[in-house]
């Protein structure tokens, strides 16, 4: 969640996760991992909102999700 932007700072995903262990010695092993998104709501651009603030770019998110340069 990015507060500055409010309720478009936040981005929630319904999602399951699908893991394949290995078995080898005395441990298990993750060998693979996949998420499958089912369902989200609100801002989809977060990340590359997060990603620009983080690089130094001025972005911010409108409300439809784009981002909009501030400079």
Do not use: F, I, K
């Not at 995903?13 to 369902?39: I, K, M, N, P």
């Not at 972005?59 to 909009?68: F, H, K, N, Y």
């Amino acid at each position: 969640m990015l507060p500055t932007l409010g309720q478009d700072g936040r981005w929630v995903l319904g999602a399951r996760y699908q893991v394949v262990l290995c078995h080898s010695d005395d441990s298990w092993r993750t060998t693979e991992l996949t998420l499958t998104v089912v369902w989200g709501e609100s801002n989809q651009n977060l990340l590359a909102v997060a990603a620009a603030r983080g690089a130094g770019t001025p972005a911010e998110a409108t409300a439809d999700g784009r981002l909009s340069g501030n400079g």
